[in-house]
């Protein structure tokens, strides 16, 4: 998660949301990183975790993301865990739940929708703390 955390970070540079994810293969290494770009790239999709999935897919060579975990500060949108059940990740770890836009458990519960092809293990609440604090300062200092 601590990846994960210095992947936000990098968002300071923009006004996108401070959200990072990383995806770690089985041997436990980094192939992907990936923080929110909609803002700087004019781009919808550019969340923290799609980019992290797309740069794992070109490390590896293809779509498919077997045995791999998905680690992001937040709890991924519809889009992301549609995504990271399409990259069949084995595993998606998050942060921060998110009660307005989740989609893995706390609003939706997309990654572990029984008629899904693929259900990667969900595992939520890790690091929760630290994970919010950066998005509560992001928020609070735009109002």
């Known amino acids: 998660m601590g ?3 210095d992947a936000a970070a990098r968002t300071d540079a923009s006004a996108d949301v401070p959200i990072g994810a990383v995806v770690i293969d089985a041997a436990r ?11 700087a790239l004019h781009d919808p999709t ?4 799609v980019q992290a999935l797309r740069e794992a897919g070109r490390h590896l060579g293809s779509w498919r993301l077997t045995g791999a975990t998905l680690v ?17 990740v084995e595993r998606i770890v998050f942060g ?3 009660d307005k836009a989740g989609a893995c ?39």
């Open 96 to 98: 921060a739940y998110d």
């Open 72 to 88: 992001v500060t937040l709890e991924p949108c519809v889009m992301c865990a549609g995504a990271a059940v399409a990259a069949r």
């Open 105 to 143: 458990g706390s609003v939706w519960d997309v990654a572990r929708d029984r008629a899904s092809l693929h259900v990667p293990e969900v595992v939520g609440g890790v690091c929760a703390d630290e994970c919010a604090a950066g998005l509560v300062e992001f928020f609070a200092s735009r109002r």
């Open 3 to 5: 990846a994960a955390l």
């Open 46 to 49: 550019a969340h923290a975790e």
């Open 29 to 39: 290494t980094i192939i992907g990183t990936g923080f929110n770009e909609r803002e």
